[in-house]
């Protein structure tokens, strides 16, 4: 009995002194490298191929083609959706057999390279291209002795789809691409173009000669306005993304003209934007060869009095006369013309005339004051220049607004608004009287997606509407012009997008969630199934070990408001382990970074979860859209820090339903607008937020452009008795914080992003520097606002970060392994 008393005297101080002992810390996780570079962008695409139809719809019938790939084979398909068929246009085999005995190269069935496929005018053959491996000289070649003077030798074929017959263009002449300066006229009569500041125009025959060489010195051009200097210019001033040296160079060139024409070409209408007391901004190309070079550009702060001042002009082509219309009602406004929408059966065309929403003797265009709190509709009769409001939108936020749609040549019209908290359609007479609320209900209209005038019904697509779904899955429908008659056409809780034909008749319907492998449907216009046509081959990515990601929905900070997100997993997911969480986050208020549907892009979520981590996206009050006007405005007058509870919120919410989640490692990053947020979320809630990777963000909104700053933070119009008019401008910064800054957070910008300008950037680090705080800091040399040929670089900086501070492995190398280990074949042939 003693014996037994002092043994279990002597287990209990065991079992004390190992109590006491300290515990061993365990070994940090490794940062799964390998798992993550098995999805890079380059790898992707050799195994997810095509994921939608994309129909190219005949003129002369209701039938469509289309190209689809899978990781068999790639095939062109025609479609008569009268007759319920689907069949290839060609058979492979054969095809590449007769293409071989005429180009003496090498094709077989799952080696096509054909370019550039058409149906001719009678739909009875196909028209097609591709380049061999002979070295023939350029025929447009300028110098004779430079070194690109070679190319490929391009073959072009007709297919007959009767007789099966393959035949040889010899002497085909193809028509060259549209220089980007050539606006021409819908009767091809004339060609308008800006030049030294001003408009020029020139007939078809030197428009010929100007396309095949643009240097060619027997080319006429006509003077047409001669009042236009450099920043109050017809036409562009300048090129996108031109240095000061590009831009002398290319003083005299043709640039773009900006104009929209009449159906019958007989005029024509632009905008004018008088930018010369508009401040500069630069950006310096550090990595220019042989000397760095600087980029100045006009760019327009928020608040600023130095408004660019936008007029609009009306041409009559004919008599080569013009005038500045009257459309002045708001301080600082902005103008905008609306583009006729192009017709689906004339996308394979050699050009689409850019033409005017409107008549020949009217069109249509928008006026906005600089609070964006006042829109008007307006119209302009070509004949008088007069202005008339069609209809007017007024709110105590900012007003959006869309491409109304017309009836009958604007007989009526219909206008897209959000009056009453939520974005429906209108139905407006000609003299600007409302007829009838078209739309109506708890639910989101997007665009008007065809008008049929006949059967006055009304395709449009909208978000919201039916029970239980994701309220961002996107559906289409049809609805009477009256308000009756309301029917969803394609039925089923996926994210919808739809490509209706032009009577309208028919549409494709290609749908997914992103959970669930993308599918392609034919309908008729009454929603009624006439075949499947496609399902995406994800049959090698899955191979590869890919998994769907999860979508969840949890309530945002206030308890109430239901956000919607989705969680991506490490592919070889452990549910007993602990994993660190990072938030993906982009605030809006133009968009939340939500997939809705399947995407087979990877870098910002699936793929960095690989390494080790979950990986989120979730909305916030005042992001997306897609939802009411409450929901959008959320964050309206407090730009800063209006979804950081939510963000916070939702990693809280997760951690209580899922054990896996370990709530005190959280990350954040994102780029532009999320790489303000994840700066900022570092700030705000220092304690929460552990690491974060902030990419290009527009971190003092004082220095990013005014459109987007005063549009979603709200800019004040303030009238003194005298009648002044002036604009006040206030925003909370990140800077204005640094000091708050207790965890990990590295910094990235593009040297020369000239749409948020890396002063954003650095003065955040001036205000870290100052407030005595370690950061770490990544400059892209040469790179823009996106990151270009640096992405894949820059990719696996901010998973070493994330690994690094969040896993606690320290083992890489200075060599990014995973980068040197792709050596791509080109796949050129000699």
């Given amino acids: 009995m003693k014996k037994f008393y002092f043994s279990m005297l002597f287990a209990l101080a065991l079992v004390q002194v190992k109590a006491q002992a300290p515990a061993v810390a365990p070994a940090p996780a490794k940062g799964n490298y390998q798992l993550a570079s098995k999805f890079s962008a380059d790898k992707i695409k050799k195994m997810v191929f095509s994921t939608a139809v994309d129909p190219h719809w005949l003129k002369l019938t209701n039938r469509f083609w289309y190209v689809y790939e899978t990781s068999d084979i790639k095939s062109w398909y025609v479609v008569d959706p009268a007759m319920h068929s689907k069949k290839r246009i060609f058979d492979n085999d054969k095809l590449a057999a007769a293409i071989t005995l005429i180009v003496k190269d090498p094709f077989d069935a799952q080696h096509l390279p054909i370019e550039n496929l058409k149906f001719t005018k009678d739909e009875k053959s196909v028209q097609f291209e591709l380049k061999s491996t002979i070295d023939v000289v350029k025929k447009d070649r300028k110098d004779k002795k430079a070194a690109d003077s070679l190319e490929k030798k391009t073959f072009y074929f007709t297919y007959n789809l009767q007789t099966n017959k393959l035949t040889e263009l010899k002497d085909f002449n193809k028509v060259k691409p549209k220089p980007n300066w050539a606006s021409i006229a819908p009767d091809s009569s004339a060609i308008i173009f800006s030049k030294d500041f001003n408009l020029y125009w020139m007939d078809k025959e030197n428009y010929k000669k100007a396309v095949k060489n643009e240097e060619d010195s027997t080319i ?121 929408p192009s017709l689906q059966k004339n996308r394979d065309d050699e050009f689409t005339p ?146 209706l034909n032009d009577n309208p008749s028919y549409f494709v319907d290609n749908f997914s969630r992103v959970n669930t492998a993308p599918k392609s449907i034919l309908y008729d216009n009454m929603g009624r199934k006439i075949m499947d046509l496609e399902t995406a081959d994800l049959s090698r990515l899955m191979a590869a070990g890919y998994k769907f990601p999860e979508p969840f929905k949890i309530k945002a ?125 570092m700030l705000v809630y220092p304690d929460f937020f552990k690491v974060a990777v902030s990419e290009s963000g527009n971190h003092d909104n004082s220095v990013y452009n005014r459109w987007w700053s005063e549009k979603h933070n709200g800019v004040k119009e303030v009238v003194t008795a005298k009648g002044d008019t002036t ?60 990151y270009g040929d640096m992405t894949e670089y820059f990719f696996w900086r901010k998973a070493d970060y994330f690994v690094q501070h969040l896993l606690g492995d320290y083992s890489q190398p200075v060599d990014i392994l995973e980068m040197d280990r792709e050596i791509e074949m080109n796949g050129k042939r000699k």
């Avoid at 905008?271 to 190309?285: F, G, P, S, T, Y």
């Avoid at 980029?295 to 004919?318: A, I, R």
């Avoid at 981590?613 to 916030?620: A, D, L, Q, R, T």
């Fill in 354 to 499: 850019s033409v005017w929403l409107g008549t020949n003797s009217k069109f249509y265009f928008y006026r906005t004051a600089r609070d964006l709190k006042r829109i008007d509709v307006c119209s302009v009769d070509i004949n008088t220049g007069n202005v008339k409001v069609q209809a007017q939108e007024r709110m105590n936020t900012y007003v959006e607004i869309a491409t109304p749609g017309l009836i009958n040549g604007g007989k009526e019209l219909v206008e897209w608004s959000e009056r009453d908290g939520w974005a429906h359609f209108y139905l407006y007479d000609d003299a600007g009287n409302l007829k009838n609320q078209i739309t109506s209900g708890s639910f989101h209209c997007d665009d008007i997606v065809k008008i049929d005038e006949k059967s006055r019904v009304l395709y449009f697509t909208a978000s919201g509407r039916e029970p239980g779904e994701n309220p961002y899955y996107v559906h289409l429908y049809r609805i009477n012009l009256d308000g009756s008659g309301l029917k969803l056409l394609d039925p089923g809780a996926f994210n919808h997008s739809a490509s």
């Fill in 557 to 681: 900070d206030d308890g109430i408001t239901d956000l919607y997100g989705v969680m991506y997993k490490p592919f070889d997911f452990d549910a007993t382990r602990k994993y660190p969480i990072i938030e993906y986050v982009y605030p809006g208020p133009q968009t939340e970074a939500i997939n809705a549907s399947f995407t087979s892009s990877m870098n910002y979520v699936d793929r960095l979860a690989q390494l080790g981590f979950i990986v989120v996206s979730v909305g916030n009050r005042g992001g997306s859209p897609e939802r009411s006007k409450w929901y959008h405005n959320y964050g309206y007058g407090n730009l800063r820090d209006y979804g950081l509870a939510d963000k916070k919120a939702a990693v809280e919410q997760l951690a209580d339903r899922f054990s896996f989640i370990d709530i005190t490692r959280v990350g954040i990053t994102g780029h532009s607008g999320g790489g303000f947020m994840s700066c900022a979320a």
């Fill in 220 to 340: 006429v051009d006509h003077q047409l306005t001669k009042e236009g200097v450099e920043f109050y210019a017809f036409g562009s001033s300048r090129g996108d993304d031109e240095t000061n040296l590009d831009k002398e160079k290319a003083k005299k060139k043709r640039r773009p003209a900006g104009i929209l024409w009449s159906p019958d070409s007989k005029y024509f209408a632009m905008e004018r934007v008088d930018e010369r007391k508009v401040k500069d901004m630069w950006v310096i190309n550090s990595i220019a060869d042989p000397r760095p070079t600087l980029e100045t550009y006009k760019y327009h702060l928020p608040g600023e009095k130095e408004s660019p001042l936008n007029e609009m002009w009306l041409f009559d082509f004919g008599a080569k006369t013009y005038k500045k219309l009257n459309t002045a009602l708001f301080k600082d406004e902005d103008l905008g013309i609306w583009r006729a």
């Fill in 727 to 786: 604009f006040q401008y206030t925003i909370d910064k990140n800077p204005d914080i640094a000091k708050n800054l207790k965890g990990n957070l590295m910094l990235s910008t593009g040297d020369i992003d000239n749409n948020v300008n890396p002063a954003n950037t650095i003065r955040v680090i001036n205000a870290l520097i100052k407030a005595n705080k370690r950061f770490d800091y990544v400059l892209l040399p040469g790179q823009r606002h996106a």
